[in-house]
């Protein structure tokens, strides 16, 4: 068994908002949808194998204060410089023995950006 993939949410009409941060920023690689259901709008990316679903929803809500998926990255400070230099906050969250930090995409989705090995060093 394995995960094949992760579903977040953005606003209806927000795919080139979404396109800049998580293309243009973070460097994700955008796969094509299904053709039976592109038509509901939103995203897909491959992360390493397993994709990233950015789907449309019509009454979004805010996500709890911790709830968050990681991208482990070969660059953590490059990646972490390109979203300052962009203005994106950034929270160096609690205390752990692997280097990261925290940021929310511009739909208030929160991403753990961690060095690669360090979740299970």
Not at 28 to 37: D, N, R
Request: aromatic share 8%.
């Amino acid at each position: 068994m394995k995960i094949s993939h992760v579903n977040i949410t953005i606003p209806r009409g927000a795919e080139s908002q979404a396109r800049a941060f998580y293309t243009e920023l973070l460097g994700l690689k955008e796969i094509p949808k299904p053709e039976a259901i592109r038509s509901r709008g939103g995203l897909w990316y491959d992360v390493g194998g397993i994709d990233l679903h950015l789907s449309i929803e019509e009454d979004r809500v805010a996500a709890d204060a911790y709830r968050h998926f990681g991208l482990e990255m070969e660059d953590v400070e490059g990646v972490k410089k390109r979203l300052m230099d962009a203005g994106i906050a950034i929270d160096p969250g609690r205390a752990a023995p692997w280097k990261r930090f925290f940021v929310h995409d511009p739909f208030g989705n929160r991403l753990e950006i961690h060095e690669v090995g360090g979740l299970r060093a």
